[in-house]
């Protein structure tokens, strides 16, 4: 399974939130958690928006029940605008 997604969440909040995790282990091209890789993508901030604020592109691939288990974590934790 595949999540492509882009939240209004800043990169380095949502490496916080993988780091904390006691399931998942930082690699070189993001995270793995096991049979799932997590990549993180900073979106930046449109210049012609004074109040845009930097969004993360989330990208989540492996196992079916992996992946919404995991993408449930994240979601949960991100929920509210600001999280």
Do not use: K, Y
Request: glycine share 6%; charged share 25%; aromatic share 10%.
């Amino acid at each position: 399974m595949h999540i492509d997604e882009n939240w209004a969440v800043t990169t380095a909040r949502a490496r916080a939130f993988f780091d904390a995790q006691p399931d998942v282990i930082a690699c070189a091209d993001g995270f793995r958690c096991g049979d799932c890789s997590i990549q993180l993508m900073t979106i930046p901030a449109q210049d012609d928006h004074p109040f845009a604020m930097q969004r993360t592109r989330l990208l989540i691939d492996g196992p079916e029940s992996e992946v919404r288990a995991l993408h449930r974590r994240f979601f949960l934790r991100f929920l509210s605008a600001g999280g």
